[in-house]
């Protein structure tokens, strides 16, 4: 156990779920650690699984859970856009407890998966669709076309994931209309 994390685990929401947690991970022999404000357990400082809460769930959430078989149907994509990570949620101590087998069995996968060397093929930005508010801007606007180009994979994805977003054409023709300042600038959404 390592004390920089123990302040996560007095959360009163989910105090018990978490302490049960930690036990697991680390009777799997991983190393924890705090990462992005959570516990978060290595091998050979490798990142394998992490703890974390939300409103309505804890979950332990593997960053290669796409690598990961699913017998038991447990392992969740968090969005559509999550290529690697699967998380394995819960809402009582009790699911826990019952589960403790089959997460320790997810857990050794994983440790293996990174022994093994194994990596997610994550799709490529060409891969992704461009919406067609923004392909359409893209052809007519000048210079648009070179300036999203020259940023960065995950800021080009950043838009695409931004502008696909609504159902809504006139949305996604607006959300496109008030970043065309932002990309001709080599900005990412959140720069």
């Given amino acids: 156990m390592n004390p920089k994390v123990d302040f996560y685990f007095r959360k009163a929401r989910w105090g018990k779920e978490l302490e049960?947690?930690?036990?697991?991970?680390?009777d799997c022999g991983l190393t924890e650690e705090l990462k992005w404000g959570v516990p978060c357990y290595t091998l050979q400082k490798t990142n394998i699984v992490l703890i974390h809460v939300f409103k309505e769930?804890?979950?332990?959430?593997?960053?290669k859970g796409a690598l990961l078989d699913d017998p038991?149907?447990?392992?969740?994509?968090?969005t559509k856009n999550v290529q690697a990570a699967r998380q394995i949620r819960f809402n009582h101590v009790g699911e826990?407890?019952?589960?403790?087998?089959?997460?320790?069995?997810?857990?050794?996968e994983a440790i293996e998966v990174e022994k093994a060397g194994l990596k997610?093929?994550?799709k490529k930005t060409k891969e992704f669709t461009i919406?067609?508010?923004?392909?359409?801007?893209?052809?007519k606007t000048p210079g648009l076309k070179a300036a999203f180009h020259e940023l960065t994979p995950g800021r080009q994805r950043g838009y695409i994931f931004y502008f696909s977003a609504p159902k809504l054409s006139?949305?996604?023709?607006?959300?496109?209309?008030?970043?065309i300042k932002q990309i001709l600038n080599?900005?990412?959404l959140e720069d």
Avoid: H, W
């Avoid at 049960?20 to 680390?26: A, D, E, M, Q």
């Avoid at 006139?170 to 970043?179: A, G, I, P």
């Fill in 20 to 26: 049960k947690l930690r036990t697991i991970v680390l």
């Fill in 57 to 63: 769930y804890c979950a332990l959430l593997f960053f």
């Fill in 72 to 78: 038991n149907g447990i392992l969740i994509r968090q």
């Fill in 96 to 108: 826990i407890l019952k589960m403790e087998p089959i997460l320790k069995a997810y857990i050794y």
């Fill in 120 to 122: 997610v093929r994550y």
């Fill in 131 to 139: 919406p067609k508010e923004f392909q359409n801007k893209l052809d």
């Fill in 170 to 179: 006139k949305t996604r023709e607006s959300r496109v209309e008030k970043s």
């Fill in 186 to 188: 080599g900005k990412g």
